[in-house]
């Protein structure tokens, strides 16, 4: 069976800090990989989709980025972290949006202080 | 111009009663999806139920049912005999074309559901 597994569960960093959140996805091949953020109280955003090794959209202008490096790893970075960074994170992933539901991972709650 | 609205930021229900759920949807995209969430306080990410547009009848799965009329592109959803665990915030997502193949899950403000005993 797939999973997801994203890390830390929480985390907590400075103002001006860097940031590395990973998502590996574990019983299938080539997967839709997806970033999305979730501020307190509200829906979700996507931030980043990736359909391949290489391959990352951004959804909005913003002071992340995303990488993939191998098929099955999502990895969230900043270079400096900014007080409106602060959020949770979810990554999830699909085999097709087409006609199946994407699955996601426990989370991450960022707090920038 | 929201393209998922969910006019109900918080609902209550008595625990064994049914409760609906509401979520309108714009799109130009004739092969939309349609997706509902549950989200507990833990944070993850739940999938209920699913409904493609091109679907005759309504989703059930269990407890929820997805009552689709798409002339007024609505997909509200029904859980019957409410639980106490049923306490949570319930999103309404839709899956629309982006072009090249990719397709967009778009995600509503959600609603809170609060299931009293």
């Known amino acids: 069976s797939q999973t997801i597994h994203q890390w830390p569960a929480t985390l907590v960093q400075p103002v001006g800090s860097p940031l590395s959140l990973e998502c590996t996805v574990e019983?299938?091949?080539?997967?839709?990989l997806y970033w999305y953020r979730q501020a307190a109280g509200r829906g979700l955003q996507l931030l980043f989709y990736s359909v391949g090794i290489g391959q990352i959209s951004s959804e909005v202008p913003q002071n992340l980025s995303a990488s993939r490096p191998q098929d099955r790893q999502f990895i969230l970075s900043s270079k400096k972290l900014l007080l409106s960074d602060s959020g949770f994170y979810l990554c999830?992933?699909?085999?097709?949006?087409?006609?199946?539901?994407?699955?996601f991972g426990q989370g991450t709650r960022l707090t920038v202080v | 111009a929201q393209k998922i609205t969910q006019t109900q930021p918080g609902m209550f229900v008595q625990e064994k009663e049914a409760v609906t759920l509401d979520c309108t949807y714009d799109?130009?995209?004739?092969?939309?999806?349609l997706f509902w969430y549950k989200q507990p306080s833990s944070g993850e990410m739940i999938f209920l139920i699913y409904?493609?547009?091109?679907?005759?009848q309504n989703a059930t799965e269990g407890r929820y049912s997805l009552n689709f009329q798409k002339a007024r592109k609505s997909a509200n959803l029904v859980i019957s005999a409410s639980q106490l665990g049923d306490s949570a915030m319930y999103f309404c997502?839709?899956?629309?074309?982006?072009?090249?193949?990719?397709?967009?899950?778009?995600f509503g403000k959600g609603t809170k559901l609060s299931v009293i005993p």
């Open positions: 799109t130009s995209d004739p092969s939309y999806g």
């Open positions: 409904q493609g547009s091109y679907d005759q």
């Open positions: 999830a992933w699909s085999v097709s949006l087409r006609r199946t539901e994407a699955f």
């Open positions: 997502a839709m899956r629309e074309a982006r072009g090249a193949g990719s397709y967009q899950l778009t």
């Open positions: 019983g299938t091949s080539n997967p839709n």
